[in-house]
């Protein structure tokens, strides 16, 4: 029972930063139709500028904000250099291209800085607080979650509750109507990038002092959970990133527990080939229009 | 017939190169045919059908697998080991394409991706938790040069040619399906699914049936690595084996055999030179070049061709040919300076 808590605990964290990853593509998918195989490699390169950043000036939060501003920038980068050049409504050059995005960057990072791990040091302690003999979340776990609901919560109200928020949503869902009401549809894209980005290179902040160190592959496997993560919710759908985000989070926890870390991987492909077969579209995804 | 007879020179004048060559050359050659087979599967599927695959390396490891397994347990003449480990890698490879296949039907374009990228990500696990031999996977049978030959060749030289052979029974029938009606209903699905609907075309049928058509060639291209390096690792195949594939299969022009030919050339031997290249750098900087610089290059090269010159080196081909007469047949209309 002890360990059954302690592992849901550190599931759930676990879940919080795979969320957080699913919806920064959740986003990018809503406000381009692309999946951006390139997120995780975007992510580590703002996570680099972060780090050299806390080496240099040594405080953990001017490190923190840079890595943020680097994704936001990166993302706008790609989008106006690079994506925005594709012929639109065909998935595979989108595809493509990322994927050649992440062997650049990857790549680069490795030749720039070394393949080495490099240690990250989080602001907090990583011993977790006792309550009842039973050990469960750490303060590094209570910050991470608490960043993660809250960049969640800023999300949730800048695009249901703002004006920004309505048109990015509607150049995203109608974007020649929306352009003729006046929306700046390409800027909307952008913006929707640079948010996108931004996200998941938080996401990747928040995970890499948890693990071995930074690395130009260090953000690989979150990419992958986490892009099994929104298929699992529905590209379309933040609440099904966030739901599926937790869940998946707290099977990789518990199948790590009991059985294996080996075997963490077999179980989210498993669980994903199950929800897809029950539902093509992901658990919320929207109705289809009805084919012949 | 005549799809034959070119496939049969093909693999004849091949065979021919292989005494041009020295043995590491000759090692290099096997692990392009290997290649060629996989990205020929490849590229017919994500080019006809539009399905992205970025999984093909597991059908490569399941291929590997089936053969390893299969060759070692038959005790008899090399032949029969041979042919019952290239039937256990197409049954093998098959069954899978066929799963994947089943699910490809009812998927979409970034699900399906992401599917096939889970796949990748599991397979170590999978090595790990099925008899598969873990990390250092499992030994293949070493098929010695035969006695009637073991005079003239080296055994690298045997083994690219048992690879040109497989590659070519691999690839002959992608290339008869692909000119012949189920290519035709490939192209049908890719464009609208409704309207090859209306015409009795089933598009989940059609879909399962590429995936398969490109999942065996696929499995005997893992059997032919298998034969070059005697062994099969879960560790060789990868993610970034998985996106070599693609790279070559982009770089040759999605959907033709030929640009596979020269995609997996390309994708076998440009990493090697890069990498003598970069050996030359000075210590500390020649490391972290070795295999990145590959990868940048290619990196920079697909983003490049898709971008700005989306049909591959198969369509340079095509244009440089079709050129050369039109240049000089049509009257030139505008005045040159």
């Given amino acids: ?292 | 017939m005549k799809t034959l007879l070119r496939a049969l020179l093909i693999t004849l004048l091949a065979i021919g190169g292989t005494f041009a060559l020295d043995p590491f050359r000759n090692y290099q050659l096997a692990l392009a045919a290997a290649c060629f087979a996989a990205v020929a599967g490849l590229t017919v599927l994500v080019g006809l059908t539009g399905q992205l695959s970025l999984g093909h390396a597991v059908l490569m490891a399941a291929g590997g697998y089936g053969f390893a397994f299969a060759a070692s347990a038959v005790d008899g003449p090399w032949p029969l080991a041979l042919l019952a480990g290239l039937a256990a890698a197409a049954v093998v490879s098959g069954l899978l394409g066929l799963l994947l296949g089943a699910a490809a039907a009812r998927l979409r374009g970034p699900y399906l991706a992401g599917l096939t990228l889970a796949l990748v990500i599991a397979l170590p696990a999978a090595a790990n938790t099925l008899p598969l031999g873990g990390d250092q996977g499992a030994p293949a049978p070493f098929f010695p040069v035969p006695e009637a030959l073991a005079a003239l060749i080296a055994v690298e030289q045997w083994h690219a040619w048992l690879a040109i052979v497989v590659a070519a029974i691999a690839v002959t029938p992608l290339v008869v399906l692909r000119s012949g009606s189920a290519g035709l209903r490939m192209r049908a699905v890719l464009d609208d699914e409704t309207a090859s609907r209306l015409s009795a075309v089933d598009p989940g049928a059609v879909k399962t049936g590429a995936f398969v058509a490109s999942a065996v060639p696929a499995g005997l291209g893992g059997a032919v690595l298998a034969i070059a390096t005697q062994q099969v690792t879960p560790g060789g195949y990868g993610l970034a084996f998985s996106l070599l594939l693609v790279v070559a299969a982009v770089i040759g022009g999605l959907g033709s055999i030929g640009g596979a030919a020269i995609g997996s050339v390309l994708v076998t031997v440009l990493p090697w030179l890069i990498d003598e290249l970069a050996a030359l750098a000075p210590d500390d900087l020649g490391r972290r070049l070795d295999g990145n610089l590959a990868l940048l290059l290619f990196g920079a090269g697909l983003i490049a061709l898709t971008t700005a010159w989306p049909g591959g080196a198969a369509r340079l081909l095509d244009r440089l040919r079709a050129a050369r007469p039109l240049r000089f047949a049509t009257p030139s209309t505008t005045t040159e300076r």
């Fill in chain 1, 1 to 292: 029972m002890d360990r059954f808590v302690f592992l849901l605990s550190a599931g759930l964290a676990r879940g919080a930063v795979l969320a957080l990853f699913a919806l920064s593509l959740v986003i990018v998918w809503r406000t381009a139709r692309v999946v951006n195989f390139a997120q995780a490699a975007m992510a580590v390169a703002a996570v680099y500028a972060a780090f050299a950043v806390t080496a240099a000036t040594g405080s953990y939060w001017a490190g923190l904000l840079t890595g943020l501003a680097a994704g936001a920038l990166l993302g706008a980068i790609v989008e106006r250099g690079l994506m925005r050049r594709l012929p639109a409504h065909a998935p595979l050059p989108g595809i493509i291209v990322a994927i050649g995005l992440v062997m650049v960057l990857q790549a680069g990072l490795a030749i720039a800085f070394g393949p080495e791990h490099r240690p990250m040091q989080p602001p907090f302690s990583q011993r977790p607080f006792i309550i009842g003999g039973i050990p469960v979340l750490s303060p590094y776990d209570l910050f991470t979650l608490g960043a993660a609901a809250a960049v969640m919560a800023a999300l949730a109200l800048l695009f249901n509750r703002s004006s920004l928020g309505l048109r990015l949503r509607a150049a995203a869902f109608a974007p020649e109507t929306a352009r003729l009401l006046g929306v700046r549809v390409p800027r909307m894209i952008t913006l929707g990038w640079a948010l996108s980005c931004a996200a998941a290179s938080l996401a990747a902040l928040l995970l890499v002092p948890t693990e071995l160190g930074l690395n130009p592959h260090a953000v690989d496997l979150l990419f992958v959970n986490a892009f099994a993560v929104a298929v699992i919710g529905g590209l379309d759908s933040p609440a099904g990133a966030l739901v599926a985000g937790i869940g998946v989070g707290l099977l990789v926890s518990l199948v790590t527990g009991y059985a294996s870390a080996s075997a963490a991987p077999l179980a989210v492909l498993a669980l994903m080939t199950l929800v897809l077969l029950v539902r093509p579209g992901g658990l919320f995804a929207p109705k289809e229009a009805r084919t012949a």
